[in-house]
């Protein structure tokens, strides 16, 4: 494998300061990342999945750096309200009663929906993926902590956190307090319990109603109920990446910042400013030491959404006849704090782009028989493998990435026109640069492989290759609708036939 030097260091957009910034982990070469995970009562759509496809393309880039990563995905399989405000159903239990399942079954199901859509889009798997019933334990023990520093209240429906408590809530949305009040007020979603102290307050413990049993109920010293939503993803990264958890404890002054926090842009204002809340109160150091928000999926300019009833799933691609890694090429061509626009037109556009690529990379595994240079003379490779990762670590511009890989394509191409100049490149070093881009982009170039010829059409082949040398056209070309019948194509090239299969 070719190693080329990279030059630039990676800058990031933190939503935070709303700048961008040199990425550096907190403690040596490791990150430790943190990922909101899915609200497991419905199936990933799409928008979801372009916010997963973003955090795994932000991994990938942290591991090409030279970054060891750590990444924790929580579960969501209980506490998310329908409602923002801390009222209405459980998602998951409203979505059991329609399926007449139970909510185990409901998480489970849609869960395993989920794995399977990362396995398809080629997204590498966090090395923690946490459910969020699993730890009912800890969330009562945090909880317990922010109770005896003076933090919560209690309601007839709950334990509230009181964001007056800190000075700077809310600092994610860049609002003050007193704005972000305003706000929520004038916004329509946000119901305001009269017992609630600031319309900010939110719940970290629910009470099961009176005289209903509920299916997602665990007992705590404040009374039967179950978390909010919240409080998971605050613990739960906690737990795994803030160092600061021993034997069924949490230490908050041990608290390490976290390197990395994130999920689409819908989580800054309430889910993760309370995350914020919830942990600063207690650690007094900075939750994560970057904000990574992904813009959404649309579709002609409305959010695609499991509320707005226009989700549109991965199987929904593959009907249409489109391979889900189009998906993944389709992402990486807008920039992922930019909307996406979704259509079944530009679906067939990346389609198209990625086919052209795996032909391109077919290519170059067939003239490395013939072209064996290590080094390729015809032009430098480095201004392309620096200007691929300038790109990418100018906060992921991966439109920009995606044209240097097609900058290599055509100067590659126009090269082999040119006679002279031929004989000085070296497929073989274009093919490593274009694995190394793939480390990023992940668009699978490693499954393109040369297709394996049945013996009976090498033969045909090679039969049509004396009847070309005796200059027997026509027979010849009959042998070429010979071996076109038996699914594969003769295509006449300075290397010799080469043989391609159709459809493939
Ligand atoms: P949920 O399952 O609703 O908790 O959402 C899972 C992730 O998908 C969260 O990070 C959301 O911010 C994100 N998300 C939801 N809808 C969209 C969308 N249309 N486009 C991009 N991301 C989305
Ligand atoms: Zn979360």
Redesign the pocket.
């Known amino acids: 494998m070719i190693k080329y030097q990279y030059f630039s260091m990676l800058y990031l957009y933190n939503s935070l300061s709303r700048k961008k910034e040199i990425f550096k982990p907190v403690k040596d070469k490791r990150v430790r990342m943190y990922t909101?995970?899915?609200?497991v009562y419905a199936y990933?759509?799409l928008?979801?999945l372009?916010?997963?496809l973003a955090e795994d393309l932000l991994k990938r880039a942290l591991i090409f750096n030279g970054y060891q990563v750590k990444q924790v995905m929580n579960i969501?399989d209980v506490g998310?309200l329908v409602s923002d405000a801390d009222s209405g159903e459980d998602k998951i239990e409203l979505a059991a009663k329609k399926e007449k399942k139970t909510s185990f079954e409901i998480a489970d199901f849609y869960t395993e929906y989920f794995f399977s859509a990362l396995k398809k889009l080629n997204i590498i798997f966090p090395e923690i993926t946490a459910k969020a019933t699993d730890h009912i334990k800890d969330y009562i023990n945090y909880i317990k902590l922010l109770e005896e520093k003076g933090f919560t209240y209690f309601t007839s429906d709950g334990i509230y956190f009181d964001t007056s408590k800190l000075k700077d809530y809310g600092k994610l949305t860049g609002q003050s307090f007193k704005d972000l009040s305003k706000n929520l007020k004038a916004g329509a979603r946000i119901e305001f319990s009269s017992e609630k102290k600031n319309i900010t307050d939110f719940a970290l413990w629910k009470f099961s109603p009176q005289n209903v049993k509920r299916e997602m109920e665990w007992d705590s010293p404040w009374g039967k109920g179950f978390p909010g939503w919240h409080i998971e993803c605050a613990v739960i990264s906690l737990k795994y990446l803030g160092n600061c958890f021993q034997n069924g404890k949490f230490y908050p002054e041990k608290f390490e910042t976290i390197d990395i926090h994130c999920?689409?842009?819908?989580?800054i204002p309430i889910h993760h400013t309370n995350e914020i809340a919830e942990v600063e109160s207690l650690t007094k150091k900075p939750m994560a030491r970057f904000w990574f928000h992904?813009?959404?999926?649309?579709l002609k300019e409305t959010?695609?959404?499991?509320s707005e009833g226009n989700a549109l799933l991965i199987e929904d691609i593959e009907k249409n006849t489109f391979s889900p890694l189009a998906f993944r090429y389709l992402s990486l061509t807008t920039h992922y704090r930019m909307p996406l626009e979704f259509s079944f037109e530009s679906l067939k556009g990346a389609e198209n782009s990625l086919r052209e690529i795996y032909n391109f990379i077919e290519n170059c595994l067939w003239e490395k028989k013939f072209l064996k240079n290590k080094q390729n003379k015809a032009f430098s490779l480095k201004k392309y493998s620096k200007d691929f990762e300038e790109a990418i670590n100018n906060d992921l511009n991966t439109p920009q990435a995606l044209s240097v890989l097609w900058n290599l394509i055509s100067r590659y191409n126009k090269v082999k026109k040119d006679q002279k100049k031929i004989s000085q490149l070296s497929p073989s070093a274009v093919y490593q640069l274009l694995l190394s881009f793939d480390k990023v982009l992940g668009l699978d170039f490693k499954k393109i492989k040369l297709p394996k010829i049945k013996k009976e059409v090498q033969s045909m082949v090679k039969e049509r290759e004396n009847l070309r040398k005796q200059k027997k056209w026509q027979a010849a070309d009959n042998y070429r609708e010979k071996i076109k019948e038996k699914g594969y194509l003769v295509e006449d090239t300075i290397f010799g036939p080469r043989v391609t299969k159709i459809n493939e």
């Open positions: 909101c995970g899915p609200t990933a759509h928008g979801n372009r916010t997963y969501t998310h999920g689409g842009i819908d989580h992904v813009n959404f999926l649309v959010r695609m959404g499991k």
